[in-house]
């Protein structure tokens, strides 16, 4: 007799969620080598080198998602165990698969639609580095829409094995589809390195205001509540953070080292002979996440040692405006303290740009209202989805 019956149904769900995991992982990578392809060495044609790692990427991540929601369907017919009306949804009235799944494969679906659609645009408008252009904003929503489904993925698993009969290894009191989502709010959080530059300052009455921080605010408050309401665990955001801390020189090393094996490989010049430089802003830049995750969870920390039970994380909301202030002062405080500690040290024309290292700290404050809007309602959506998270097992 089987000890665990639903096993080979815990196996494949989280294999598969694992699959995932690499090829969305291989394509944020893409997607970095991409952004400062556009910026060093034009767009010269559609099949680029980095456009084949990020859409390889995505595409093989959709088929892995379709696969396996044909494969839970079957199993589901077959009345598999593990696979029920509690750990599926239908779609369609003919498919039944978990939610996370379907969420990926739609997401995947909306990004591979946007790739022809926003080379379309280029041939029609030239180069364009932005953010802003219908199709990038199009991928993005893909992306992120994938990106929420494969937590449920894995919040589901956790979900499972932490309600399971059979009780699971656990590390640091945290069992491995835990584990695993933590690592993917890392990746998401890195996610929001790559267009942050994009969020060029306005100026607002001759006074250039930056933009930046309510892109940080975003991830931050709803990736590190979010993480907290579904592990319920202290030190749970400090993980991400870290795991993100590891992701970012990672990143950044391997774009400029992408870049110039590209430019000598296929003899394309630098525009305007401008080389790539590792950006050391970036590799810096955990620190913020460090601060929120130390933040939130010494406020849930002192919660439960209030309530003398493990619970939820309550206001959230508060939470979220705090990290909104730091998002305003502590990157560009980064980027000053690093131009002044190290002099002659070169930085993107982009981040200098965007961050505005030379700004004065009372210009900070135009952008303080509408980060704080951000923070709030993200630490909100995060902490609901997070307790959603927390006992959803479909």
Not at 131 to 158: D, K, N, Q, R
Not at 186 to 209: D, H, Q, R, W
Not at 213 to 219: H, K, M, S, T, V
Not at 245 to 262: E, K, M, R
Request: charge should be positive; charged fraction near 10%.
């Amino acid at each position: 007799m089987n000890p665990q019956p639903d096993l080979p149904e815990r196996r494949l769900r989280r294999r598969g969620a694992l699959l995932m995991l690499y090829f969305l992982f291989q394509a944020e990578f893409g997607l970095a080598w991409d952004r400062s392809w556009h910026d060093y060495l034009g767009r010269n044609q559609f099949l680029i080198p980095p456009h084949i790692m990020s859409y390889t990427g995505i595409g093989l991540t959709g088929l892995v998602a379709l696969t396996l929601v044909l494969i839970e369907t079957v199993r589901y017919y077959q009345r598999k165990p593990g696979v029920d009306a509690s750990s599926t949804i239908q779609v369609l009235r003919v498919f039944a698969a978990p939610t996370g799944f379907v969420m990926v494969g739609f997401g995947t679906l909306i990004d591979l639609i946007a790739a022809p659609l926003d080379n379309y645009w280029h041939t029609l408008y030239g180069i364009d580095v932005t953010l802003w252009s219908p199709f990038h904003l199009m991928g993005l929503t893909g992306s992120i829409f994938a990106g929420v489904g494969l937590i449920y993925v894995f919040a589901s698993e956790a979900a499972i094995a932490s309600t399971s009969e059979h009780v699971p290894r656990r590390w640091l009191g945290l069992n491995a589809p835990e584990w695993m989502a933590l690592f993917f709010f890392a990746v998401l959080i890195e996610l929001s390195f790559i267009g942050l530059t994009a969020f060029k300052p306005v100026l607002l009455n001759s006074v250039p205001v930056i933009t930046y921080p309510a892109a940080l605010a975003f991830p931050a408050a709803f990736c590190l509540s979010g993480a907290v309401q579904l592990t319920r665990k202290v030190g749970s955001a400090s993980l991400v953070a870290l795991f993100v801390w590891g992701i970012a020189p990672l990143l950044q090393i391997f774009v400029w080292w992408a870049l110039h094996t590209s430019s000598t490989f296929w003899h394309i010049p630098f525009r305007y002979g401008q080389e790539p430089v590792i950006n050391v802003v970036f590799m810096a830049l955990p620190i913020y996440f460090l601060l929120c995750a130390l933040l939130i969870d010494g406020v849930f920390s002192w919660q439960n040692r209030k309530k003398r039970a493990m619970s939820a994380l309550q206001n959230a909301w508060l939470i979220g405006l705090l990290m909104a202030i730091m998002a305003v002062f502590v990157p560009t405080g980064i980027a000053r303290l690093l131009y002044l500690l190290v002099p002659g040290l070169a930085f993107p024309p982009d981040v200098s740009q965007a961050l505005l290292i030379d700004t004065t700290w009372p210009t900070l404050l135009w952008n303080l209202p509408l980060t704080l809007l951000v923070g709030l309602a993200s630490a909100l959506a995060g902490s609901a989805l997070g307790a959603k998270w927390y006992w959803n097992k479909s």
